[in-house]
């Protein structure tokens, strides 16, 4: 029927700590307890089916507090459909860092691989023809190369990016099909239920310093 948009098949690719750090300094902690799959059909237009969410992050090697928050979110994660939702694990290194006041060196860590795994996995779904539209969550720019050549290469696809809320990419936006923010509308609606129970029976809690501040 004229005017009526042909379905679409979606692929969200999801760069996590990217996300993470955007809704985090955006003041949206207590929206931390995201169910991907929810937000990625949340941001989905009417005509588009999700086919697949890809979530990229690392597993952190900070405070035994922080690690425990992110092993309770990733068990969480671990309860979505396993035909729709992959979890892709990149790495810390630690490396050298210089105080620039004291001269001293320390190492720190820093997150490896979460760019490449996301442009390989975007360019292996655009070869196979896996999607219509490939959904972006990210405002790293170092993506604008893997996004200007599925672009290049197959000009009937498109690559739409969602930047998290607090992160913009002007270089992104440009080679982009089409961009918009990811609002806080969207984040809270996306929320797993406060309790869920893994496929073991084990309870899972959303952390208490995720939860919203007294009024």
């Known amino acids: 029927m004229p005017g009526i948009p042909k379905r679409e098949r979606v692929i969200s690719y999801i760069d996590g700590f990217n996300l993470y750090f955007g809704i985090k300094e955006s003041d949206f902690r207590h929206h931390l307890w995201l169910d991907l799959v929810a937000l990625s059909k949340n941001l989905a237009m009417a005509f588009q089916d999700i086919v697949e969410v890809k ?4 597993r ?16 969480a994660l671990g309860t ?10 990149g790495k810390y290194q630690d490396e050298p860092q210089k105080c620039r006041l004291c001269g001293g060196e320390d190492t720190v860590p820093h ?11 975007m360019m292996r779904d655009a070869f196979q023809d896996r999607f219509d539209t490939a959904l972006l969550i990210s405002a790293d720019s ?4 893997p ?30 099909s089409n961009q918009f923010i990811v609002g806080r509308a969207s984040v809270a609606k996306s929320q797993f239920p406060m309790e869920l129970k893994t496929s073991a029976g084990i309870v899972l809690q959303k952390p208490d310093t995720w939860a919203p501040r007294p009024q």
């Open 55 to 58: 979530y990229f992050t690392s």
């Open 60 to 75: 952190i090697s900070g405070p035994g507090s922080k690690q425990r928050r992110q092993s309770t979110y990733l068990d």
């Open 80 to 89: 979505l459909d396993n035909t729709v939702f992959r979890i892709f694990f």
């Open 111 to 121: 997150e490896k691989m979460t760019d490449v795994n996301i442009a390989v996995e």
């Open 142 to 145: 170092d993506l604008c190369p």
């Open 147 to 176: 996004v200007s050549a599925i672009r290049n290469l197959f000009p009937e696809k498109r690559v739409v990016v969602g930047f998290p809320p607090s992160r913009r990419s002007n270089e992104l936006a440009n080679v982009a």
